[in-house]
């Protein structure tokens, strides 16, 4: 019996979502540590982890890139209401390469130039990202139900 889209999309999703929660949790392990900068890359991972997981549960073979601008865009092409999240996600954007790499800082050291309110920050915009990809995957799963229903009556 073949795999309904909801199931496929579990497969699929499933994992990324799930490493996108262990990133937040040691984002936040990490930020109470005073470690802010790895934090905040933690934090623009998850939102990735979690934006992938979308764009793989709607069929995409690869996803490629880390910006999260252009994940979500990727993401709007399939449903427009990520647009809704892209301001917020782009925001996490400059944790990619800003809070490891020294040459991404004029004159800074990331570890140096991170503190707690950017990590909290951080992990705000991140859980946001999170909650709105769940609650688009939960909404595939509801229409995926109501057309297996509709399929059964008719």
């Known amino acids: 019996m073949a795999e309904d889209a909801a199931a496929t999309a579990d497969r699929v999703a499933g ?20 470690r802010h900068a ?11 982890k979690a934006v992938t997981a979308y764009l793989l549960a709607r069929g995409a073979e690869r996803v490629w890139g880390h910006a999260l ?5 990727d993401a709007m ?12 996600a782009v925001l996490l954007d400059k944790h990619h ?3 490891r790499y020294p040459s991404a800082l004029p004159g800074g050291v990331p570890s140096e130039a991170h ?16 909650a709105f990809v769940r609650a688009r995957l939960a909404e595939l799963h509801s229409s995926s139900a109501s057309a297996r229903e509709a399929t059964d009556r008719g």
């Open 77 to 88: 092409a399939l449903d427009p209401s990520f647009d809704l999240v892209k301001s917020v």
């Open 15 to 34: 994992p990324w979502l799930t490493q996108a929660d262990y990133d937040l949790a040691d984002a936040e392990f990490v930020a109470v540590a005073g």
């Open 38 to 48: 790895l934090a905040c890359f933690l934090c623009h991972q998850a939102a990735e």
């Open 69 to 73: 601008a252009d994940l979500c865009e």
């Open 115 to 130: 503190d707690h309110h950017d990590s909290a920050r951080a992990h705000e915009l991140a859980r946001h990202v999170r």
């Open 97 to 99: 390469l800003g809070a």
